[in-house]
C-alpha cells in the first residue's frame, strides 16, 4: 500500500489482554469491575460490542492477529505443534514501512518474536502462561525483579520504557509496540493486600473472584501508564 502524501506515518500501540471476559470491564456492564481507563478508551473511540474469534485458543487466534489469516489458512491449530514455514506476520511489513518494533508481554506462537518482525522483546516466549505472576518467573526473555513485584506492573512499566526509548529516538522514527500482559490468564494470582481491599469492597465474592478481579483492575491500571506515555494525537491505539 503506497503512502499517503503529506502524511506522517502514526504511532501504534496494540494492546492484547488474554483470558479476559467480553464483559469484564466497567462500560461493559460488569457489576463491581473497576476499569476507568478502559471505559475511557471505549468513549472516546470505537467499541465493536459483537467482535468474536473464530478459534478461540492462544497460539491460533494469536496467529490469526499477526498473520491476518483464518487458522484454516495459517494452519496453526493448536498450542504445541511448530509454526508452519512461510508465513509472514504483519510486524514484519511495518518494519519494511520504517517502523520501530518491540513486544512485551506473552508471545506464545513461536520461540521468540525477535524472529518475526519485532527489533525488541521483553517476555515474549513460547509459552502460553507465567510460572507465577510473582518472581522468579523462569522465563529467559525476563529479567527477574525484586521480591514482591507483580507480573501485571511489570510489564507494564516495560511497555513505557520501550515507548520512551523510541520517543527519545532523534531519527524520529513511527513505532509500533505490542503490549501483550499475561493477564489474566491462570495462574489467578494478586497481591495479598489487593485481593483483601477487593473482598473489602465486594463482602461475599470469592478468593478467586477476587483475585481475577485485581488483575483486570491492575492491568487497566498499566494501560492508564501507558496512555499517559504517548501523544494521543499521533498515536493508535487498539485494545482487544
Same mark, same amino acid.
Given at each position: ?24 470491564? &466497567?462500560?461493559?456492564? @460488569? ?5 476507568? +481507563?478502559?471505559?475511557?478508551?471505549? #468513549? =472516546?473511540?470505537?467499541? !465493536? /460490542? ?17 498473520? &491476518?489469516?483464518?487458522? @484454516? ?5 493448536? +498450542?504445541?505443534?511448530?509454526?508452519? #514455514? =512461510?508465513?509472514?506476520? !504483519? /510486524? ?28 525488541? +522483546? ?5 509459552? =502460553? ?112
Amino acid at each position: 500500500m503506497p503512502k499517503v502524501a503529506g502524511e506522517t506515518p502514526r504511532n501504534i500501540i496494540f494492546i492484547l489482554a488474554d483470558d479476559h471476559r467480553f464483559d469484564a470491564m &466497567g462500560f461493559a456492564g @460488569h457489576p463491581f469491575l473497576e476499569t476507568p +481507563n478502559l471505559d475511557h478508551m471505549a #468513549k =472516546g473511540g470505537a467499541w !465493536f /460490542p459483537n467482535a468474536f474469534v473464530t478459534t478461540s485458543l492462544c497460539s491460533p487466534s494469536r496467529a490469526s492477529i499477526v498473520t &491476518g489469516q483464518y487458522a @484454516h489458512n495459517h494452519n496453526v491449530v493448536d +498450542n504445541y505443534n511448530p509454526l508452519p #514455514k =512461510g508465513l509472514i506476520f !504483519f /510486524p514484519e511489513y511495518m518494519q519494511q514501512a520504517g517502523y520501530d518494533t518491540a513486544f512485551v508481554g506473552k508471545w506464545h506462537i513461536s520461540d521468540d518474536p525477535l524472529d518475526h518482525g519485532f527489533e525488541r +522483546n521483553v517476555g515474549g516466549w513460547r509459552l =502460553g502462561h507465567p510460572k507465577s505472576y510473582f518472581p522468579p518467573y523462569k522465563n529467559p526473555a525476563l529479567e527477574d525483579g525484586e521480591e514482591g513485584e507483580y507480573l501485571v506492573d511489570r510489564l507494564g512499566r516495560e511497555t513505557v520504557s520501550m515507548i520512551r526509548d523510541f520517543e527519545a529516538d532523534t531519527k524520529g522514527r513511527p513505532w509500533f509496540v505490542t503490549y501483550s500482559p499475561y493477564a489474566v490468564h491462570t495462574p489467578i494470582q494478586a497481591p495479598e493486600d489487593a485481593v483483601e481491599e477487593m473482598k473489602k469492597r465486594h463482602p461475599g465474592i470469592s478468593n478467586r473472584a477476587a483475585r481475577y478481579a485485581v488483575m483486570v483492575e491492575r492491568t487497566d491500571a498499566a494501560v492508564a501508564e501507558i496512555l499517559a506515555a504517548v501523544d494521543p494525537e499521533s498515536t493508535v491505539v487498539c485494545f482487544v
